[in-house]
């Protein structure tokens, strides 16, 4: 959240100092969402606990006024089914009100004017109360979040970042498995991916392990790596899924068949798409040889990495993934308008 430069006796959200007064968590109230690096473990489990409290809405298909008066603007520069809609979903439950668009080519961002973020975004501050950018540029919601007077929230930013669905993973992890620390997260498909990004980050707040399996050309930079490794999470690489799929907790997947996340929208012109190699899929078969604990989380849209009929095994969990991505909105959003401490 930029620097308001009018009104500046104004507050967005009122935040109760006493109730903070000493606490070491930092306040999420005007935050704006932007990336899981620097995010701390005592934030994870705040976020995971005001999800817990949240959850019966969700569960129980009912409304509440808790952001009542308050307007959530979604700006999606990029398509989306899960992210968008989960927010819209979690702030109507919370019984406040959507406005935005869901194709910039609708926008003068997206026509002759190509109006510039700092424009546009000047614009949107003052139709709500939160923004939630989806971009195909990284660091636009950063940049968005610099002009913006209200939080912004990274609804996932080229090949970035993509904060809140890694949290929404997180803590469906925590819910179905009971912990996250002492797990091995078996992370299977296109490393250049957002949520691979975010899900390293959020990595070294745990006591968990990470294996990455991608083609080389989709593998892990060597920067990154070190940037990992400097938090002490050190992730280790394998070629093959068949090879590490007995040690995984959680197998967590993003196809190889990939759009271009650098671009607004990937219009192909038909044509046969690659299959996946069977490296970077996992399939029923395969799963004979997991632990019968272990469960599969994928963001969705699916490709060909991971069949239906996986859907029907014990390890499925991304339907729940989808159920949590509504409560995990919920949190956020009550937390960065101030409804939730
Ligand atoms: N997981 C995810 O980001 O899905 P959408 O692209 O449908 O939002």
Redesign the pocket.
Known sequence: MGNRPYWPNETVCSVDDESRKGSALRSFSGRDILSLKGFERAEFDHVFEVAEGLEPLARERRNSDLLSGKTLVTAFY???????L?HESAMIRLGGQVTGFADAKMTRAGDFYQESIKDTVHMLEYYGDVIVM?HFQQGAPQEAARWASIPVIN??DGWGE?PT?VLTDLYTVQREMGTVDGLKFVCIGDMRMR?MHSIAYALTQFDAEMIAIAPPEMSLTDEFKAEIAEQNLFIREADHIQDVISEADVIYMEPVVQADYTKGRDEREGGDLPTTPDNYRVTRKLLETAKPSSIILH???RMDELPADVDGTRHARYWQEAYYGVVMRMALLALVLGAAE
């Open positions: 990029q398509p989306s089914t899960r992210t968008r989960a989806r609804a996932g993509h669905q949520t963001s969705l849209p």
